[in-house]
């Protein structure tokens, strides 16, 4: 029979060495992972107080959020996609490239985001606030 006590010391000594590298290796992602928390808390706070404007300098009256709200004020009721469209394409704004339905779209999403508009359940688009409001905003 053979003494193997010598070779369990040797694999006992061998998973310490392991498990200590592993050890610093979980160090080293434990502090990049406080330092990206950090960063991400530190971006959080600073973009938590910027405000974006709903109609950007220079664009007031041809901006494509503002032409929306212009046209759900004169019909003063909820609308739906199709008919803010057919009232947008009646306009001189130019959609370029994009497709209207989808500039449109992503306008009123925008809108909803800022506190504009609400979407209904039956998938109309609301005002929430008058446009003397929206513009003291």
Known sequence: MRDIRKDLRERFDAVIDERQKIQARLADLQAVENGLKMLMRNEDEHFSTLTSPLFPAGMTGTGLAQLIVTAMEVK??????????????????NFGEKNPGRAIHFALVGLRESGIVERLEDKRWKLKNKASQIAAD
């Open 76 to 93: 003063n009721r909820p609308l739906d996609l199709a008919e803010i469209k057919q009232e947008l394409l009646q306009t001189d704004y």
